[in-house]
């Protein structure tokens, strides 16, 4: 069955550090890729997507992430993290032919110390 | 456009009662997702719509949940009767199109069953 991992569940960063969110996921070909960020009290909102070519994805907010097959890993990476990034950050895959259903991994709340 | 209503924000409930929770999507959008997050399970679908017919239901916990929308502007999704391990933020999803880069979250209801 399809799935996604996020291996951390709480991760704690200085600002201005830089960050790396793990995703792994298990699915016999390659699915589409997201990565969603929700902030407190929020519903998800989109930060970047893969779905074919290029494997490092640019993202909103300084955000990138790179789709690894050898690895089924879509990690997401930020070079220097800002106070306003706190919040909790969910990988997500949509399979073919699931009409945008999308499985979510648990998420990984970031904790920013200033 | 105000982006997806979720009603109410927050809810709280005697064990028994029944619950109704209310989404308006985004004007135009066909497909319609509700998610359920709790810190155990994280996100899952539990039912979708497509111009207003429920396409997958298969997340549906129990027959005590049912969701329905009777025109393209307003989603309803009820547990009847409610118990305490129904406790968790309820959102409510919609995109213009199948596919993840496409959805647009509501800010979610918080149910709370005494």
């Known amino acids: 069955a399809q799935s996604v991992t996020q291996p951390d569940i709480h991760i704690t960063v200085s600002e201005g550090a830089s960050l790396e969110l793990r995703c792994n996921y298990s699915?016999?070909?390659?699915?589409?890729l997201f990565w969603y960020v929700q902030s407190p009290g929020q519903g998800l909102q989109l930060l970047l997507k893969y779905f074919s070519g290029d494997t490092l994805v640019q993202g909103i907010k300084g955000f990138e992430a790179e789709f690894k097959r050898s690895q089924s890993s879509f990690n997401l990476r930020k070079p220097s993290v800002h106070w306003s990034d706190a919040a909790e950050y969910f990988c997500a895959v949509e399979y073919g032919g699931s009409q945008g259903n999308l499985i979510f991994g648990k998420g990984t709340k970031l904790s920013v110390k200033p | 456009d105000a982006g997806v209503i979720q009603s109410p924000r927050h809810e709280v409930t005697e064990m028994g009662q029944e619950v109704t929770l209310r989404c308006k999507p985004i004007s135009g959008h066909d497909y319609l997702f509700w998610y359920r997050q709790t810190m155990m399970r994280g996100l899952e679908l539990l039912i979708y719509?497509?111009?207003?017919?429920?396409?997958?239901d298969s997340g549906m916990p129990e027959d005590r949940f049912s969701a329905k929308m009777p025109n393209a502007s307003f989603s309803t999704l009820k547990i009847q009767p409610s118990e305490p391990r129904d406790s968790a933020v309820y959102f409510c999803?919609?995109?213009?199109?199948?596919?993840?880069?496409?959805?647009?979250f509501g800010s979610g209801t918080q149910l709370s069953v005494l």
């Open positions: 719509f497509n111009n207003n017919v429920p396409i997958d």
């Open positions: 699915y016999g070909a390659t699915p589409y």
């Open positions: 999803a919609s995109s213009y199109d199948r596919g993840g880069e496409k959805l647009f």
